[in-house]
């Protein structure tokens, strides 16, 4: 069973910048480098959405058009850990958000839906002051 355990969360001003993490464990029978993942994000009152996916090798990505050129998504094999550098925030981009893992994926593949993801995170709350 893959675990993921979100970090970095909180409060910041507008214009400031957060970086979030997620590290994966329990890999008992596969790699890490088996999973493409992704990080998703709910606002209150909203459906949970995609935000950003990076695929097994990190050699592709995919973000949702408001995040383009503000988020970064990266990750590295030999620690079963991803982060999202988010810059330039605004009020929008509050919610709690979540990291997942998606396995059986081509190594070119960076899903954005979310019933494709088997594993999730409980989610870090970050919060943007206008």
């Known amino acids: 069973q893959v675990q993921l355990v979100e970090s970095g969360g909180g409060l910041v001003q507008a214009g400031d910048s957060l970086t979030l993490s997620c590290a994966a464990s329990?890999?008992?029978?596969?790699?890490?480098?088996?999973?493409?993942m992704g990080w998703f994000r709910q606002a209150p009152g909203k459906e949970r959405e995609f935000v950003a996916g990076?695929?097994?090798?990190?050699?592709?990505?995919d973000y949702t058009d408001s995040v383009k050129g503000r988020f970064t998504i990266s990750r590295d094999n030999a620690k079963n850990t991803i982060w999202l550098q988010m810059d330039s925030l605004n009020a929008d981009d509050t919610a709690v958000y979540y990291c997942?893992?998606?396995?059986?994926?081509?190594?070119?593949?960076?899903?954005?839906?979310?019933?494709?993801?088997?594993?999730w995170g409980q989610g870090t709350q970050v919060t943007v002051s206008s």
């Open positions: 329990g890999l008992t029978f596969s790699s890490f480098s088996s999973y493409a």
């Open positions: 990076i695929s097994r090798s990190g050699n592709f990505k």
């Open positions: 997942a893992a998606a396995s059986g994926r081509l190594q070119f593949s960076v899903p954005t839906l979310r019933s494709t993801y088997n594993y």
